[in-house]
């Protein structure tokens, strides 16, 4: 079966930073995406880089996914016929501190949303889960059989979400399931004009990196070099945003076409460590990147990389562009943009499709 080129797809947290990348995606495979986003942790001048890019306005609803009503709304306007879900909270260490901020915006937040798609007629689902589900795992390549141990949480409410969703498919075979679990997402979109924009300090790698690199930040920390790993130093599986985005225009195509759900790994099935990032990154910058060894972070594991041949399998998707173009891209977005997006003008209400004066006062960020 062929899809209409205009099937709506619904991106909740669309602003954010593998939402974006997914809009532009969907718009080249020639879905019509429309955003849904509270801007929690996301800015809105991100609408107009999307347009800039895709050369097409960006159909866009101010909004939380906390409030079913609104949801709907939104759902049966457009007729939307899947929703990949991003919106969510995605900070592991402040999901430490503060668990019932990821509870109620991660897993309260796909209970809304599912709720609302109940009402409406769309009933297939892309969800955003987290390779942090597996916790530690006992070998490498991660395959996703293997036992999932949630170590923080945030990778708790990735868990319950996963849970959540086979629940309703057992109870309802009219609805279909994709459950993407993400390895470590990098890089930016080739343009330079959409990427990767953290509030403060940040906590992944790549971010830190660049922002090292553009000066802004003195040094690296490598956290560990006594890891079981070629160099001692942490190994991930570091996947660049564009792929990821096309796996979840595959995740789509395979949900309305093949009317099957499915879990699978998102990842390149590579390892890489700390190190080979840092001097991928300088030959791709030019750049010195300054970096000193410090303690082992708390909660890291020593490395952890996807086995790819479901991804493959079932959507037909692998990665297939290389960590030397991830440094690129994330390099020619920092370079570009090195106070992120700057200052964009307030999205205006349109009438009969805004958020309620009852929304939620702790909104669902966006991952
Ligand atoms: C990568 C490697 C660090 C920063 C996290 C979440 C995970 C997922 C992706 C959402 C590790 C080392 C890092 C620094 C360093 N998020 N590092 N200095 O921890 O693998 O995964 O982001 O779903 O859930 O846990 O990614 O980029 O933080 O770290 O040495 O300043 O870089 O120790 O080995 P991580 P990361």
């Known amino acids: 079966m062929t899809l209409e080129k205009t099937t709506t797809i619904l991106l909740t947290g669309g602003a954010g930073y ?23 942790n996301s800015h809105p001048a991100v609408l107009d880089r999307l347009q800039q890019l895709t050369g097409q306005r960006v159909v866009r609803e101010r909004g939380d996914v906390l409030h079913a009503g609104f949801v709907a709304e939104v759902l049966r306007h457009y007729a939307c016929e899947a929703v990949i879900h991003f919106a969510g909270v995605k900070a592991v260490g402040e999901s430490v501190q503060q668990p019932l901020k990821y509870y109620s915006n991660n897993v309260g937040g796909l209970v809304s949303l599912l709720q609302a798609m109940e009402t409406s007629a769309c009933r297939s689902v892309v969800f955003s889960s987290s390779a942090t ?64 924009n953290p509030r403060g300090t940040p906590n992944n790698l790549m971010p830190y990196v660049t922002q090292v690199a553009v000066g802004k930040r003195a040094r690296l920390q490598v956290f560990g070099d006594d890891y ?89 998707w692998r990665a297939t562009r290389t960590l030397d173009d991830m440094c690129r891209d994330s390099w020619r977005w920092q370079q570009t943009n090195p106070e992120g997006y700057e200052a964009g003008p307030d999205i205006p209400p349109r009438p009969g499709l805004r958020s309620r004066p009852n929304e939620p006062a702790q909104p669902a960020a966006v991952a």
């Not at 399931?177 to 959409?194: E, M, T």
């Open 133 to 196: 589900v597996y916790g530690d795992p006992a070998s490498v390549p991660i395959h996703e059989q293997f036992p999932c141990a949630p170590e923080s949480p945030y990778a708790q409410t990735k868990l319950m979400c996963e849970d959540i969703l086979a629940s309703l498919g057992a109870a309802d075979p009219a609805w279909r399931v994709g459950v993407l679990r993400y390895f470590n997402p990098v890089g930016a979109h080739p343009s330079g004009l959409i990427g990767e």
């Open 18 to 40: 593998i939402g974006s990348h997914t809009f532009a995606a969907l718009i080249d495979a020639g879905y019509q995406p429309v955003i849904l986003d509270n801007f929690s």
């Open 228 to 316: 079981l790993t070629p160099d001692g130093t942490g190994v991930r599986d570091y996947l660049h945003v564009m792929d990821l985005a096309e796996g979840h225009v595959a995740a789509v195509q395979a949900l309305l076409t093949r009317h099957q759900s499915f879990t699978v790994n998102l990842g390149t099935g590579k390892g890489v460590s700390v190190l080979e990032v840092l001097s991928a990154f300088e030959r791709a910058s030019g750049r010195r990147v300054p970096f000193e060894f410090a303690p082992r972070r708390a909660g890291d594991v020593a490395q952890y990389y996807a086995d790819v041949s479901l991804a493959e399998a079932v959507l037909g």
